[in-house]
């Protein structure tokens, strides 16, 4: 653009005061029906569906962030308490039979807890069947290894490395402590590999039935109801019989480890169903996505034919253009993506090819050499050494090199594995970037060439992708390594035994492989989302058998040290500095719940020890729930709220205004008196009022937790059982208390660092981590959007500006939140209704003094979503009574209160569709200072064409924190309307989770 500001026509104009655009119409409010109490918990019952949703509204990360305890997964059942041998079934009455077999049929797979050991058992028995299937092979195969007997390919080797007809070996060579030792190849020999065909051709039957069992479509696999006689009396048959046929295969080498497996994971269904856990492996949920995929297509093939699908693809692969792509992956921002996976292709297609090439060259002059006999076997080098063991036992076959390139690229993949899980080294790359715009209007060479591309064109908001696609890489190229071993093992058995090994003693790399392995098993096994969805704690222990894996890799093979030493010190530093931030002091001041959110205030002891951005999340560990168990939440605190926080009462953490001095008191007598801020210290007799060591400063760093199992009679998530610890330490167990301890002197003060016992933290926190969200001060006009559990650094962001940095003349000037929440739902966001309503109230006190200039916009639009039509829902109250604002402290009233906008939510009356226009409207019903209520989803074609004809900024930061379905819209929004030849970019920032 050539930097003329366009004005927004019909529309309200950032360059307007907010509060001056209209108050909305008063709402008569609805009468509640019933009495509600704060004690009443049927809010947090649960629908039987469960909830895909993290710990908390709200998340940290991509991350690396994979480390959310979450509800369970779709189409496994809710846990249920108690001993489900004991219980009865109790059967509702249902209108009609359709709706009792339903009923029944739900009711059959509820057990004490749902699927979790018992769906990890599922993927050890798949992991544990590919072994039985491919050890077996090679049983069979093993027991009719090759022998050398001095020939290599039918031909006898050179007469040097052969006993002479006397018995004397003709090549000799001294080793450095003077021993002569003969270097002949005897003819004799026979190979000491032992095979067990039966053995072999059982776990090969085995292993099928396995998978065949397994299947969650026709098989037995997740299939765990709670009428039968095994489930009642804790027995697992296919439990049993793994166990005991994988004892059998510990009897020989080549199927111990499948033998291993197998006996893993029957202990595993031990465990699985002494839990009582029970569930139907989501066959019901399936069943009803295959209906509703079966009517999409129908209505596809209904629309077009066979032969236009044909078409139309044909004429797509066609018109391809390599330059026209090139140009669209571009101005869609999606060039860093292609690069780095391109990148990475090409250097593990590289470095595959060139190991695979020196080797080839290695093992044919090898063989070359032992029939000419050229092969030096007389010095004391390394090269010398495999020589003189070629020359003994044979050389090694070409199934080697194939072994040693899968190797060598699993040596790279292990190295780059650790980079996207290294906090530190994200944290230091983040902090260095700078937005597109920036850069444009940046001299600084270190800007444009380092800053920039450090944000633009590596995509740190893909490190866990790019941590799970080298991981995915390791699984293969492991498998190829250790098959094509097994083949090189086959038929060139005692050289390879002799030549690959750890020092001194022979076989040890097969021994570590198989460690390598068997840790593998346990790592892969628990990495899937389900596995991590149903029990954290399942994926988080076995992911910590890396640990083995590392240590049984530099075993395996020394080169592997030269590969990972940086990254695995990098690692290790990590770790270091993870301990050393979670031993800090943290003071948690304030608790407050309102179901089923629970907010946690506190803040470090030393506030040097936590410096944050907006957008970014920590760890969090309660060391009485257990010291091991971190979970991560996004802060939703801004950072400013660390430092020019107010000034609270100490026994009731209310507000407190300071009262002006008294002009007839003497200029030499102190003054520090404060009033609450809802009283009127006019009225009040002065002996009332607070004195300064009765109050404190509220600075903190906050958190909102969705706690999890409130319908369960026992606490099992971590979530609950945090929430009722902290419980313990109120002694009317009312919320929302404040902590308070007493110093040395014996006085009140804020906080509280230590449990009940007097030495156990209440909290440990490891942080602050890097997420992408962090980078909205970059831009011009920023569009921030949350749903679901992306909400809490939304409200972080959303905070910052509105009370803080646009009274510095920070960026970003234009403001477009969009916040998306279902109708079932609007009652567990009340905490959020008071927070915005409290801004808007500060936004508006702040115009009226003119504390932010008029160039800043803020505009909230609130999706409600899946609303009942023609039903109108009668609200209960808000938990929290709505603020009281004193009028004495300022003559600006608020527009609205956290009822008006609560009301509205819970039953909007405006339809999204033409948004755009019905803005415009003045005094439109669905407004509320700068908020607007919308009955439906956003339509983002209509906003983002809004946002790219009105714009003021070339580069518009889109910052999305949510489900991923959201997330791939508003991808596809930012590459359509986003051009170069516009000078019109939407960078998004996409929060994984």
């Keep these: 653009m050539d930097g003329k500001k366009v004005g927004r026509p019909g529309r309200p104009n950032p360059k307007e005061s907010n509060e001056s655009r209209g108050k909305p119409s008063p709402r008569p409010r609805a009468a ?57 079934e109790v059967h509702q009455p249902a209108p009609d039979g359709k709706k009792r077999v339903e009923s029944q049929s739900k009711n059959r797979f509820k057990g004490a807890n749902p699927l979790q050991y018992g769906l990890w058992a599922h993927y050890l028995a798949i992991g544990a069947a590919l072994m039985c299937i491919c050890m077996g092979a090679f049983a069979i195969l093993w027991d009719d290894a090759r022998t050398y007997n001095c020939r290599v390919g039918g031909e006898l080797i050179a007469s040097k490395y052969r006993y002479l007809s006397n018995g004397q070996c003709p090549t000799v060579y001294e080793t450095p402590s003077g021993e002569v030792k003969n270097i002949c190849c005897d003819p004799d020999a026979k190979s000491s590999l032992k095979g067990y065909p039966e053995i072999g051709l059982f776990y090969i039957l085995y292993g099928i ?130 690069i780095w996976i391109g990148l990475y292709a090409a250097l593990n297609l590289a470095l595959f090819i060139y190991t695979l090439y020196v080797w080839y060259e290695v093992v044919e002059s090898m063989r070359q050499g032992l029939l000419d006999g050229t092969l030096d076997v007389t010095c004391s080098d390394l090269l010398c050494h495999v020589y003189r063991k070629a020359v003994k036992f044979g050389p090694v076959s070409f199934y080697a090199p194939w072994a040693k390139a899968c190797g060598n690229c699993l040596n790279l993949n292990c190295a780059l ?24 209007h940046s001299n600084d060479l270190f800007s444009r060439f380092f800053a920039h591309p450090m944000t633009r064109y590596i995509p740190l908001q893909k490190n866990i992708e790019f941590h799970k696609i080298c991981a995915v890489a390791i699984f293969f190229y492991a498998w190829g390594h250790m098959i ?75 080169v592997f040290f030269y590969w990972t030493c940086v990254p695995v010190l990098l690692y290790l530093l990590e770790r270091y500095l993870q301990t050393k931030r979670g031993n800090r002091p943290y003071l948690i001041l304030k608790v407050e719940y309102i179901p089923p959110v629970m907010a946690i205030y506190f803040r470090p002891v030393f506030k040097e020890h936590f410096i944050f951005k907006e957008g970014q999340y920590l760890y969090l560990n309660c060391p009485a729930i257990s010291p091991s168990e971190w979970h ?42 404060y009033c609450l801020v809802s009283q009127d210290w006019t009225t009040m007799d002065p002996n009332e009022y607070l004195d300064k060591s009765d109050t404190g400063f509220f600075d903190y760093i906050s958190l909102h937790v969705k706690v999890h199992g409130l319908d369960e009679p026992t606490p099992r998530t971590w979530t609950r059982r945090l929430k009722e610890y902290i419980e313990l330490m109120s002694p009317g167990r009312k919320f929302p208390f404040y902590f308070q301890r007493r110093d040395q002197r014996g006085e009140i003060q804020m906080g509280r660092q230590y449990g009940p016992d007097g030495q156990t933290p209440i909290i440990r926190v490891d942080g602050p981590h890097s997420a992408p969200a962090e980078h909205y001060a970059r831009y011009g006009t920023l569009m921030l959007i949350g749903a679901g559990i992306g909400l809490t650094p939304c409200v972080s962001i959303l905070t910052s500006l509105t009370k803080y940095r646009w009274k510095k003349n920070f960026n970003p000037e234009l403001l477009h939140f969009y916040w998306i929440i279902r109708q079932s739902e ?97 005094n439109a019903m669905n407004r509320f200072q700068d908020i607007w209520v919308w009955n439906g989803r956003p339509h983002w074609d209509e906003i983002f064409n809004e946002m790219k004809a009105q714009r003021q900024h070339s580069d518009i930061g889109v910052c999305f924190c949510g489900a991923p379905a959201i997330g791939a819209d508003l991808r596809t929004m930012c590459e359509k309307y986003s051009s170069a030849a516009d000078d019109c970019l939407f960078s998004l920032h996409k929060e994984n989770f």
């Design 417 to 440: 594995l650790l980079l996207p899980v290294v906090r530190l080294l994200l944290r230091k790359i983040n902090n260095i970037g700078e937005s597109f715009s920036m850069q444009q």
């Design 484 to 558: 094509f071993h097994w083949l090189n093992l086959w038929i060139a058995n005692e050289v390879t035994l002799r030549l690959f090994r750890f020092g001194r003693w022979d076989v040890t790399d097969y021994l570590t492989g198989a460690i390598v392995t068997f840790a593998m098993f346990f790592i892969y096994t628990a990495a899937p989302d389900v596995v991590r969805l149903s029990k954290y704690e399942i994926f988080f222990k076995s992911h910590h058998m890396f640990t083995i894996f590392y240590l049984a890799m530099f075993l395996h093979g020394p």
């Design 632 to 673: 991560p939440f996004t802060i939703s605190s801004a950072s400013d709220d660390m430092n020019n926080n107010t000034r609270i009462h100490l026994e009731t953490g209310e507000e407190v205004v300071e009262i002006p001095r008294p002009k007839s008191l003497p200029p030499n007598a102190k003054w520090n008196k």
């Design 826 to 922: 609007v009652e567990s966001f009340q905490w959020l209704v008071h927070m915005l309503t409290e801004l808007s109230y500060d936004l508006k006190r702040s115009r009226a003094a003119n504390q932010i200039e008029r160039r800043y916009y803020c505009e909230i639009n609130i999706y409600v979503t899946g609303v009942e039509k023609g039903v109108t829902k009668d609200p209960q109250p808000l938990y929290r009574p709505k603020r009281k604002f004193n009028p004495a402290l300022s003559n600006v009233q608020p527009s609205f209160n956290a009822d008006d906008l609560y009301q509205q939510m819970v039953n909007p009356t405006v339809d999204s569709r033409g948004q755009i226009g019905k803005m415009k409207v003045t």
């Design 209 to 338: 039935f396995i998978l065949f069992y397994e299947n969650t479509s026709w098989g037995f696999g997740l299939w765990f109801p709670n009428d039968t006689f095994l489930f009642r009396n804790k027995i697992t048959i296919i439990g049993v019989l793994h166990a005991l046929i994988g004892i059998v295969g510990l009897y020989n080498y080549a199927t111990c480890l499948a033998g291993a497996c197998l006996f893993v994971t029957g202990v595993v269904y031990f465990k699985a169903v002494h839990r009582f856990e029970a569930g139907d492996g989501g066959r019901e949920a399936r069943r009803k996505a295959a209906e509703a995929a079966k009517v999409k297509r129908e209505k596809e093939l209904s629309d077009k034919t066979q032969s236009q699908r044909i078409t139309e693809t044909v004429q797509y692969v066609a018109s391809f253009n390599p330059v026209t792509f090139c140009k669209r992956i571009y101005d869609e921002d999606k060039m860093s993506s292609y």
């Design 32 to 88: 509640p029906k019933k009495e509600y109490s704060k004690l009443d918990n049927a809010t947090a019952d649960r629908e039987d569906d469960v909830e895909l949703s993290d710990i908390e509204i709200g998340s940290g990360g991509s991350e690396p962030k994979d480390m959310h305890e979450k509800a369970d997964h779709v189409g496994l059942e809710h846990r249920r308490g108690g001993d489900i041998s004991k219980e009865k």
